[in-house]
């Protein structure tokens, strides 16, 4: 088996890790702001077996994600170890990182010295005060805008900076942004509010939607489009000068599940096939009572086949999935 493969036909070549659901962040679209839940986590070495049997499956493409990933002691070695995987074909998967940025920038070098390849950072305000309030973390503006330079320097390229809209809170740093992505160097990327938070307060007002999104844009400069990837997330444009890219990952007012290539794992070793799913297969719970691992790729192989044909936000009877993001793994 050598292509991962739904009852869709899509080809599933990308793996997300979520390797932490703690964050030193509580950002408001995302956390409550309190601290009841227990968080989980599991050994590197027990990640690392998942991803072996997954890329021995047909991954190419791993991200890291959490919670924060940074807050993990001994990453940049798992990382290394990572990278020393191989598909049948003997090619090294990708690997990425989503971070918050506020620890990137001392561990920017050392891990892309260890084999990552790429590093996208989640900012949703370019204004120190408004960040603040975003994130209810105080001076972690100057924090993050150090990890963006660092990542940069490091080769990290190209760095993304993803920007979570929501109507009445931020939305007017669309053009900042663009300013933002010219003068630094890296690419937006706007993402469309998704029912995903704590509080559960998701409506589809709040959504700032990838129409509107370019509407503003375009008032600061025009935008043309560039061609992508079936299934990669986002929509993408550049300034017509050349300088500055941008993306927007519209999952509500432009759906792309017809192509998703992604599954994931959480940080306590359940196996997703979608953001939205209402359950989890537990794939750790197979590895704890002693499953080989071809009896764990035919548990894989099983659950990819039943991946879910398309999210359903917005419609009548939508069910919410039955985690919130932080604990799935962005």
Not at 141 to 168: F, H, Q, T
Not at 187 to 214: A, K, N, S
Not at 273 to 281: E, G
Not at 304 to 320: D, L, Q, S, W
Request: hydrophobic share 40%; charged share 30%; aromatic share 6%.
């Amino acid at each position: 088996m050598l292509n991962l493969t739904d009852n869709f036909g899509r080809s599933i070549h990308d793996l997300r890790i979520s390797i932490t659901d703690r964050c030193n962040y509580k950002c408001v679209y995302c956390r409550t702001g309190t601290n009841g839940a227990a968080y989980a986590e599991l050994p590197f070495e027990d990640y690392l077996r998942m991803a072996r049997i997954l890329v021995g499956l047909g991954i190419t493409k791993i991200r890291l994600t959490g919670g924060e990933p940074l807050l993990r002691k001994g990453i940049v070695e798992f990382v290394r170890n990572l990278a020393k995987l191989r598909t049948a074909h003997g090619k090294k998967p990708e690997i990425a990182l989503t971070t918050n940025g506020h620890l990137l920038a001392e561990i920017a070098q050392p891990l892309k010295d260890a084999g990552l390849n790429r590093v996208t950072i989640s900012m949703d305000a370019v204004d120190p005060v408004r960040f603040a309030r975003i994130t209810r973390v105080p001076n972690g503006y100057e924090s993050v805008l150090a990890g963006v330079r660092a990542s940069r320097r490091a080769g990290l390229d190209p760095v993304k900076i993803n920007c979570v809209l929501l109507r009445g809170f931020n939305e007017d740093q669309i053009v900042n942004f663009g300013k933002f992505a010219r003068e630094e160097r890296v690419v937006v990327r706007f993402i469309e509010f998704m029912p995903l938070e704590e509080d559960r307060v998701w409506t589809p007002e709040i959504v700032v939607t990838l129409d509107e999104i370019l509407a503003r844009m375009s008032e600061y400069l025009p935008l043309e489009e560039i061609a992508h990837e079936r299934s990669e997330t986002a929509r993408r444009y550049r300034f017509s000068d050349g300088v500055g890219e941008i993306g927007i990952i519209a999952p509500v007012s432009h759906p792309f599940c017809g192509h998703c290539s992604r599954i994931r794992i959480t940080s306590d070793g359940k196996l997703r096939t979608c953001l939205f799913s209402v359950w989890d297969h537990d794939l750790h719970e197979l590895m704890r009572r002693g499953a080989t691992d071809e009896k764990l790729a035919e548990f894989i192989v099983k659950v990819v086949e039943k991946k879910e044909e398309r999210h359903h936000i917005g419609e009548p009877g939508f069910v919410p999935a039955s985690r919130t993001m932080v604990h799935i793994g962005g």
